[in-house]
């Protein structure tokens, strides 16, 4: 199995991305992919060199931050074209992949592809502790991971009235809904019936939208928890309360996009009732209101319920208003 990692890495984080690459480097692997999305000078300068001392890296430069979607699209084209690549590696520069964690992939991809075709599989690895993912495999609930039916960001109305499910400890791997970008193994086969990221939605949950795209196609998308990727830099999105991130957080471009996406997404895949849906928005909206309230957070409210219209309209892409 011949593969290429793809990293997308930007601003000033070679620092995280050269340990990420040295880990690769002994993995064996057919290439790596980096594609730069507008480093700063310092980081631009170190990813040449270390591409120019590395003769499996092979560097693609972008002019401005394009988002994750066309950064990726760009890394997975360089791939097609390469006919002596088979597989692909998605990782994020800040995704450290446990020492035997190829090998897991190499051995669970072969157990699939003994039972499925090449481009019905798409695998990864647990990263970090992340219990909803472990709890999706566990008790062999792939579709708690996007999220029920008529759901609204991270609330349904009937969460308050939790069912009990419980876990079975010796359960290794199962089908999830979705999966981040940051792990994902496949063959290249996968991108002809699935086609590439989305680049309407620029920087958050294109990849959701790529699994459920995977999904209606007939594919399966499975969580190995035998092995892991660590998170070197704890995600935003995952420290703390959600809410609490959007109602008193600093980086409104992330809350705009964030919001907005996630939005589109659910109303893309997830609405069958618009009763309930617009039910749980009403709750869940008026949360972020009362503590960005409370915190004086204007501007907060501002860029939620904008987000809140885009999302619900359909107005995606990169806005200038919130740009990186």
């Known amino acids: 199995m011949n593969t290429t990692a ?9 620092s995280y991305l050269k340990q990420v690459v040295d880990l690769l480097l002994s993995f064996n692997l057919h290439g790596i992919i980096i594609v730069n999305n507008n480093s700063v000078k310092e980081s631009h300068d170190a990813l040449v060199e270390l591409s120019a001392n590395n003769r499996v ?17 760009c890394g997975i084209e360089t791939v097609l074209d390469d006919t002596e690549s088979d597989f692909i590696w998605l990782l994020d520069d800040d995704n ?6 190829y ?57 308050l009235f939790p069912s009990k499910t419980a876990a079975d400890e010796s359960i290794i791997k199962g089908d ?13 086969d996968v991108i002809k019936e699935t086609g590439f990221p989305d680049q309407r939605f620029y920087l958050y949950c ?35 309360s959600a809410i609490k991130n959007i109602a008193r957080g600093e980086d409104l471009f992330k809350i705009y996009y964030s919001v907005r996406n996630r939005v589109f997404l659910e109303k893309k895949y997830l ?27 204007f501007n907060n409210i501002k860029t939620y319920y904008t987000a809140l219209y885009h999302g619900l309209t359909g107005k995606m892409g990169c806005n200038e208003k919130y740009s990186i």
């Open 103 to 159: 090998d897991t992939l190499i051995r669970n991809m072969g157990e699939e592809l003994r039972k499925y075709k090449n481009h019905q599989i798409i695998i990864s690895l647990l990263r970090g502790n992340r219990r909803n993912y472990i709890n999706a495999v566990k008790k062999s609930m792939p579709y708690s991971i996007i999220g029920k039916k008529n759901i609204f960001r991270s609330f349904h109305i009937t969460d």
């Open 206 to 240: 294109d990849d959701f939208d790529f699994c459920c795209r995977h999904l209606a196609n007939g594919g399966r998308i499975i969580l190995s928890l035998e092995s892991g990727i660590d998170d070197i830099e704890q995600s935003w999105n995952i420290k703390g």
């Open 271 to 297: 609405v069958t009732s618009w009763i309930v849906y617009i039910f749980n928005m009403v709750f869940y909206s008026a949360l972020v209101t009362l503590i960005a309230l409370s915190g004086l957070k």
């Open 57 to 73: 890296i092979k560097l693609v430069n972008l002019g401005k931050n394009t988002g994750s979607a066309y950064a990726i699209k």
């Open 6 to 14: 793809i990293i997308v890495t930007y601003g000033n984080r070679y």
């Open 176 to 188: 999830v809904s979705a999966l981040p970008y940051g792990g994902m193994f496949f063959h290249k």
């Open 96 to 101: 450290l992949p446990y020492p035997d964690a």
